[in-house]
């Protein structure tokens, strides 16, 4: 089953977060994952959620979801996200 990770996020300091930008698709493509969306701008439909940026990564396996996550050469990558950019992710699975 295919599972997603939704980041919702607004960038504190873009020279800094730009390190990640640049080596953070390895990562992903090495975990089986692919970019859905990338970086843009939601439009609010409903609710008071109010995301500024967001990106959507799709995932063959809730397994290689999280192996990204914990992949230890990414972590370095994972700790400039948190210091340049107010982020928040989940980790959902797909229908089956």
Known sequence: ?????????SVLD???????????PAFI???GGRYLVRGVEPTVMEGDWSPELMVILEFPSRENAKAFLTDPDAQPLFAVRHRT?????VLADGCT
């Not at 599972?3 to 919702?8: G, I, N, T």
């Not at 873009?14 to 953070?24: H, N, Q, T």
């Not at 950019?85 to 992710?89: G, M, R, V, Y």
């Open 1 to 9: 089953m295919k599972a997603y990770l939704v980041l919702d996020f």
């Open 14 to 24: 873009l020279p800094g977060f730009m390190p990640y930008v640049s080596a953070i």
């Open 29 to 31: 493509d090495k975990h």
């Open 85 to 89: 950019t107010d982020s928040k992710l």
